[in-house]
């Protein structure tokens, strides 16, 4: 995803943009899933305050916005809105309560995140594939990017599990002998993976 001076990611007028991180070549999925499950931890943890603090709250036009965020959570495109209307209400709320005060000092895990993991074909079909198939087992909502260039593009053009056969690389000279791995197929036999 970038590397260092480099970063290829920005932010919007207002901005927001990604939390970006890398780790060693062979981990992405494992670091990425790590990452995950933290932001879901945080999170929950909002989602409960949000929870009861629903019930403390007497105003109708606040229960409504609450009750909306809530409804919404599993939702990135629904519950984006429904996380900023929640914030912006609580922010002028005079309702006097820890679970307002814990939701607004941990605004940033309010709404629903996409998680991206992304890394080359090198790390998803062999060094790091253990962990890549661990994480598309768990059923967890995260989104994994190969970028397949059908060699080990950083270490000069090996062939590797992802070349296809008959194709001359660094080290398949006379054209690699066995047909490339087929991951997309790998992935889709969980039968819970959507894969393009």
Do not use: C
Not at 128 to 147: E, K, T
Not at 182 to 187: C, F, G, K, S
């Amino acid at each position: 995803g970038g590397s260092s001076p480099a970063n290829p990611y920005t932010t919007d007028k207002k901005g927001r943009g990604p939390v970006w991180a890398n780790s060693l070549f062979e981990d992405n999925a494992e670091y990425g899933y790590g990452m995950a499950l933290g932001t879901e931890a945080l999170r929950m943890r909002v989602i409960d305050a949000a929870e009861r603090l629903l019930d403390k709250v007497e105003n109708e036009e606040l229960k409504g916005i609450i009750q909306e965020y809530l409804d919404t959570k599993k939702s990135s495109s629904k519950n984006d809105p429904a996380a900023r209307l929640m914030i912006k209400a609580l922010e002028v709320s005079d309702i006097k309560a820890d679970e307002k005060d814990y939701i607004l000092n941990n605004r940033d895990f309010v709404g629903k995140k996409s998680q991206w993991i992304f890394g080359g074909d090198g790390w998803a079909y062999d060094i790091g594939y253990g962990g890549l198939d661990h994480v598309l087992a768990s059923n967890r909502d995260v989104n994994v990017f190969v970028f397949d260039t059908e060699v080990y593009s950083n270490t000069g053009g090996q062939a590797s599990k992802a070349t296809p056969t008959g194709a001359i690389a660094q080290f398949a000279a006379a054209g690699k002998e066995v047909r490339k791995k087929n991951l997309a197929e790998i992935a889709m036999g969980y039968g819970y993976i959507y894969v393009a």
